[in-house]
């Protein structure tokens, strides 16, 4: 069994087409070499697109308040962090809860499913854990404003992440985090806006314990990811230990995620290994169910409410 991988499908008949088929990014230089920002977004269905399908949504202001304390959550990884869970969620806080799409510098309220990542094909119930846990940040005063920016793609190895491929390839998806980045640059809105603070979540690795990947190998392209993006994007991270994949996990994985940490500029993310087994996953014993996104929640928010910004 494969992980989810239908935005990486989608891409591909973009990437025969060239560079013309690339995106013209609405308000930044265009982060992308090859198709990005055309190729993801593409229809997978009759009736439905993953990422940028706007409907229902209400647009939302970027205007930085900056008496208040906004956190820009960019949510990177694969299929567990997308709109994926069967559920119903319905934010507290859902005012000050806004959701940013990095494919056309858009922004609207955070309602399901969120914009910018795949979702299960149901409007009412394609949730994304990260909603909830935004919400959690808020409720919990460590913010008063949270914007969250979905990059999860699924399916992905690390080294897709990092690596920038042939142009019959889709890799390179760090170049996602940079094209949020830059729009949200061109609007104001950077590290240095008085009242923000960014935060990259790291959730991803399932892939990697499918691929046999080494310790040394994970780490690598890790820090090659990182690096392209601190050139632009200098903040802090989290990472997840999240190996999961049909009921096995990866040592090697594991313990490349949890030697990351430095606590100082990446901080542990969620156990997802250690604290969701297959009472908390679907019946593919890898993507998580409705309680299982609960204890994701939770994890969350107890890993960025411990950093200090």
Avoid at 2 to 30: E, I, K, Q
Avoid at 99 to 116: D, K, Q, R, V
Avoid at 121 to 145: C, E, M, P, Q, W
Wanted: hydrophobic content about 40%; charged content about 15%; proline content about 4%.
């Amino acid at each position: 069994m494969r992980l989810h991988r239908r935005s990486v499908l989608v891409a591909l008949p973009y990437l025969c087409l060239g560079g013309s088929m690339r995106a013209r990014p609405l308000s930044a230089p265009d982060p992308g070499h090859i198709f990005f920002e055309n190729g993801i977004a593409a229809p997978v269905a009759t009736g439905g697109t993953v990422l940028t399908d706007t409907t229902g949504k209400t647009a939302r202001s970027l205007a930085i308040n900056g008496g208040i304390k906004t956190l820009v959550m960019i949510c990177a990884g694969q299929s567990l962090q997308t709109d994926l869970i069967t559920d119903t969620f319905n934010p507290v806080n859902g005012t000050v809860l806004d959701n940013f799409c990095w494919f056309n510098g858009t922004c609207f309220a955070a309602t399901t499913p969120l914009l910018g990542t795949s979702w299960n094909g149901s409007i009412a119930t394609s949730v994304n854990y990260n909603h909830k846990v935004a919400d959690g940040l808020i409720t919990n005063g460590k913010f008063d404003r949270v914007i969250i920016v979905p990059v999860n793609l699924s399916g992905t190895t690390v080294d897709i992440w990092a690596r920038d491929g042939t142009f019959s390839e889709a890799a390179g998806y760090y170049r996602m985090i940079l094209a949020a980045a830059l729009k949200l640059a061109a609007v104001g809105i950077t590290p240095s806006t008085p009242g923000v603070k960014f935060l990259i979540k790291w959730n991803q690795g399932e892939s990697d314990t499918q691929q046999s990947t080494t310790q040394v190998n994970y780490t690598n392209s890790f820090n090659l990811m990182k690096s392209q993006i601190d050139a632009v994007l200098p903040v802090k991270w989290t990472v997840a230990k999240e190996t999961w994949f049909v009921g096995a996990v990866s040592s090697a994985v594991q313990a490349a995620q949890v030697a990351l940490v430095n606590g100082t500029t990446i901080f542990a993310g969620e156990d997802m290994d250690g604290n969701i087994n297959a009472t908390g996953r679907v019946g593919d014993n890898t993507h998580l169910n409705a309680a299982g996104g609960n204890t994701a929640t939770t994890l969350g928010i107890a890993a960025i409410t411990a950093i200090t910004f």
